[in-house]
């Protein structure tokens, strides 16, 4: 077991100055924290000049650099593709490569970064020390082992990248069969009848019901496991969460019932990303939509619950109604009269069946997916765990 600091030297990073315009107008990738969410920097926001380079912090690193998140995120890590600049969030690693593999390296710091977060300290931005880092104590074998160490878990890692794209592309097939199907809304080539959105409300529950402003819930009224309070972290793009909610007692859900929740309802974001939906699907009988929410209720017979879902969210950008507009507030929010009021086309009820058909057999291909990359997940971690105590 050696530290870091033994085998890697150090580099920080630096902002230019925000408030010269030109210097965010180059070809020079700047990245920060933000930018860094998988083993390699795919993207970056910010482009500087060579003016800003030498007039600030920041520091140029070449192709195959280890970047650590050393402030906010903390913990993340990640390869550099090519030559790039960073923040102060972020600290350039360079092992000295007669001793350390850059990708064991990559590997091990991944490991640590549970015991990176826990070290944070800060008021308002939480970091680590450079200390920090250069005390970590990484097993040294061989080169050559750990070359072959750092094989096993890229090709795992790589499995898992697989199966992460593959769900990302579910989405793109999605709406690429709604357009083929439906056409695009804003210009409606197909010439369905259009409507206003309450003409298709359902005929046996409330068309619309925001979350219990009356009523609002306090953080005590809240139970380890009861009735589930649906959220804003339970709406995903089309997608509905079950898990992450909160829970009342069977007896304060007596009193919200109005704000109940069944199967086919549309859970709609009123707040925060405004607008967001999903069909609710949810396991439990009873359950109820938290204040940042709409449930929305359509007649069946006319407009079914994922036709409505997958418009907006495949074409509510280009769609008036559902996004905050008319003001630069950061947190905007979405009321059922705006909502009554959209004008939606309204394909037959067949077509809109065999759309619904096709989200099923996406749904359960999507379970087995993310059943799969859980198994992945989790051999993944064991693999990590071996590697690092020599097991491997």
């Not at 350039?92 to 850059?102: E, R, V």
């Not at 809240?222 to 972290?233: C, L, N, T």
């Not at 009342?248 to 990303?273: C, H, M, N, W």
């Not at 086309?345 to 059943?371: G, N, T």
């Amino acid at each position: 077991m050696i530290t870091l600091g033994a085998l890697c030297s150090f580099l920080n990073g630096g902002t230019p100055s925000r408030r010269v315009a030109r210097y965010y107008q180059g070809d020079v990738p700047w990245i920060t924290g933000a930018d860094i969410s998988g083993p390699r920097v795919d993207t970056a926001r910010s482009f500087i000049t060579e003016e800003a380079i030498s007039h600030s912090a920041t520091n140029r690193v070449p192709a195959g650099t280890v970047l650590l998140v050393t402030r906010t995120s903390v913990g993340k890590v990640a390869l550099t593709p090519r030559e790039l600049c960073f923040s102060q969030d972020i600290t350039a690693i360079t092992p000295d490569p007669n001793l350390l593999d850059t990708s064991y390296l990559v590997h091990f710091l991944r490991t640590k970064q549970p015991h990176l977060e826990r070290l944070a300290r800060g008021a308002t931005i939480k970091g680590v020390t450079r200390e920090a880092v250069a005390n970590l104590a990484i097993p040294l074998p061989p080169l050559a082992e750990q070359e072959r160490i750092a094989g096993i878990l890229d090709a795992a890692d790589a499995l898992r990248a697989r199966r992460r794209e593959a769900l990302n592309q579910f989405d793109a097939l999605l709406q690429s069969t709604f357009l083929d199907m439906f056409g695009d809304p804003v210009t409606n080539p197909m010439r369905w009848r259009v409507g206003r959105l309450d003409n298709y409300f359902s005929k046996t529950r409330p068309g619309t019901c925001c979350g219990p402003f009356g009523s609002a819930l306090k953080k005590r009224e809240y139970v380890e496991d009861g009735i589930p309070v649906w959220g804003i972290d339970n709406v995903k793009p089309n997608q509905f969460v079950q898990e992450r909610s909160l829970f009342i007692t069977p007896t304060k859900f007596a009193q919200l019932r109005r704000y109940s929740v069944e199967p086919g309802d549309i859970l709609i974001s009123r707040a925060g990303t405004v607008g967001r939906m999903c069909v609710a699907v949810p396991t439990v009988e009873e359950s109820i939509i938290g204040s940042n929410l709409i449930r929305l209720s359509l007649d069946q017979s006319a407009m079914l619950p994922v036709y409505f879902a997958s418009l907006y969210t495949f074409c509510g950008e280009r769609l008036p109604g559902l996004r905050a507009s008319g003001d630069e507030n950061a947190y905007s929010f979405l009321n059922t009269t705006r909502l009554k009021s959209l004008v939606v086309p309204l394909p037959p009820l067949d077509v809109q069946r065999r759309f619904a058909a096709i989200v099923e057999s996406i749904r359960e291909q999507r379970i087995r997916h993310r059943a799969h990359l859980a198994e992945l997940d989790i051999l993944f971690a064991s693999l990590q765990s071996r590697a690092f105590r020599g097991d491997l």
